[in-house]
């Protein structure tokens, strides 16, 4: 099996970044994840997994979260990059900025947000303070404003919706009030998971639209993912360069790797 210390998670298209690509399943606990791609990039092994499936076929409240970070984890990814679209709440950050997320805040409803489940007997509780990689975090600011003229904002925090429908105007309304500069319907449980696996997890997000009630017209069904694809080549090349100057070991700009260092488990 290849073993790769880069995962990115992300949309169609972002796994041609991958050089001398091979397409596996993986099997773990939780299920089997299909076709996962191992490749390099830059001399640099790599796994690319798609968050919703090799056809965009899987709907966000029914994304396997832990089989993914599972499989990952069990092809040697120790830093994962994500890729995710997000709806502005914030009037400062029109469709087409990029973001670094920061925080989150969690208003999803029926999913399974951890891998410690009490039955070793004991009880788990991940910080985080900083859920978010900031040395990943750091470098996609830098990389991301020196290959677009495009406005990119750090520190941005991220409300995490059940979906797969969209906001109404008042929910909107109501996480921009609680904090929220973004929403979308994936990073929770996914970064949550990562720490737990004490693996960095870092995303750049892409603005594609205004949340519910901000625009002139209701949000077509199709408009997320055609900017998405839009934007495909500009998320390729922060990540190429991002991978290009991360430190061959962790734990020089982060904790994440001692997520579980208290840990009684
Ligand atoms: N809401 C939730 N998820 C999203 C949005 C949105 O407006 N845009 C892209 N993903």
Not at 31 to 42: D, S
Not at 132 to 140: A, N, Q, S, V
């Amino acid at each position: 099996m290849v073993m790769s210390h880069i995962g990115i998670i992300g949309g169609s298209g972002v796994y041609t970044l991958l050089e001398k690509t091979k397409v596996v399943d993986v099997d773990t606990p939780f299920g089997r994840v299909k076709e996962v791609r191992t490749g390099t990039i830059g001399g640099i092994d790599v796994v690319f997994l798609p968050r919703h499936g090799s056809g965009h076929s899987i709907p966000p409240h029914r994304i396997n979260f832990r089989a993914n970070i599972f499989a990952l984890h069990k092809l040697g990814v120790e830093r994962i990059m994500s890729t995710t679209a997000v709806g502005s709440c914030h009037n400062q950050m029109p469709p087409g900025s990029l973001a670094i997320l920061d925080q989150f805040l969690d208003f999803t409803k029926n999913r399974i947000t951890t891998f410690y489940e009490g039955d070793e007997g004991r009880v788990f509780h991940v910080d985080m303070t900083t859920p978010y990689c900031p040395e990943m975090g750091k470098l996609l600011l830098e990389e991301a404003k020196s290959v677009t003229n495009r406005e990119v904002f750090p520190e941005v925090t991220y409300a995490c919706m059940e979906g797969p429908r969209y906001e109404t105007p008042a929910e909107i309304n109501a996480i921009r009030v609680l904090g929220a500069d973004v929403v979308g319907m994936t990073n929770v449980p996914e970064v949550v998971l990562a720490r737990e696996k004490s693996m960095c997890y870092s995303s750049l997000a892409l603005v594609t639209n205004w949340a519910a009630g901000m625009a002139d017209s209701p949000l077509g069904t199709t408009e997320v993912v055609e900017l998405m694809k839009k934007n495909i080549e500009v998320l390729k090349s922060v990540f190429s360069r991002v991978i290009d100057r991360l430190p061959e070991e962790r734990g020089g700009g982060c904790d994440c790797a001692k997520a579980l260092d208290d840990a009684e488990i």
